[in-house]
């Protein structure tokens, strides 16, 4: 097997994790007024997300993961199947919470305006089951394909999937982040436990209003990827 192609994947899940993690906190504490409605966090999450899963990772593993594992397992069919449509699927939920999101931000002037509240809380009705769609998408991979990818794949299978994983590198956590995106990394900082982030371990995570990035090493933004975001 290999083992750098697989913690490719891995990082890139984590990766994933940590920004719906901190695209649900955010709207939920938006939701009970804890906060204002963060439209530039919640922009840079979808912005991410398109950029980066729906561009780059999920189209890999359609195009050189899954057809590698089906096949040397073929009985993975209709798993395989499932997540190719759950690829689909969240491309579309993306796209809708980018409509909703720009239209609330036009209703949103200090205070909702007309039916805002009521749209705002549909919205995070939608993101919470985005949410909860993509870590269930994850668990599955996690469970059924990658323990069997490891197990039925030979060095000449991984080749091509570890050089397509290794061709772009995640905008927020690779070596070379992306300026567009410092505000969201600076939130994720923000829920993060210490000694990584801010937030205190014995209480929930509260939002702090996103700051620039600190020109942290490429270790630190690693280790954020070690967390449970789940």
């Known amino acids: 097997m290999s083992q750098a192609a697989l913690d490719i994947l891995k990082r890139e899940h984590r990766a994933i994790s940590a920004v719906l993690f901190c695209l649900k906190h955010t709207v939920d504490e938006a939701r009970r007024g804890a906060i204002v409605p963060p439209f530039a966090m919640i922009h840079a999450v979808l912005d991410y997300l398109t950029s980066f899963p729906n561009r ?127 505000g969201l990394y600076s939130q994720i900082v923000a829920l993060a436990p210490a000694p990584m982030g801010y937030a205190e371990r014995e209480k929930p995570a509260k939002a702090r209003p996103p700051e620039p990035a600190s020109p942290l090493e490429q270790g630190a933004r690693q280790k954020l990827l070690t967390l449970n975001w789940i």
């Open 56 to 182: 780059f990772h999920h189209p890999k593993e359609d195009t050189y993961l899954f057809p590698a594992v089906l096949k040397r397992a073929p009985d993975l069919e209709p798993v395989i199947a499932e997540l190719l449509a759950q690829h689909e699927e969240g491309e579309e939920r993306v796209s809708d919470l980018k409509d909703r999101a720009a239209e609330l931000q036009t209703l949103w002037d200090g205070r909702w305006q007309g039916d805002g509240a009521a749209k705002f809380e549909a919205f995070a009705d939608a993101v919470n089951r985005y949410v909860e769609f993509e870590r269930a998408h994850g668990r599955k991979e996690g469970v059924e394909v990658m323990p069997r990818a490891q197990e039925v794949l030979t060095e000449e299978d991984w080749a091509p999937i570890e050089a397509a994983f290794s061709a772009n590198e995640d905008p927020i956590f690779g070596e070379e982040p992306r300026s567009r995106f410092d």
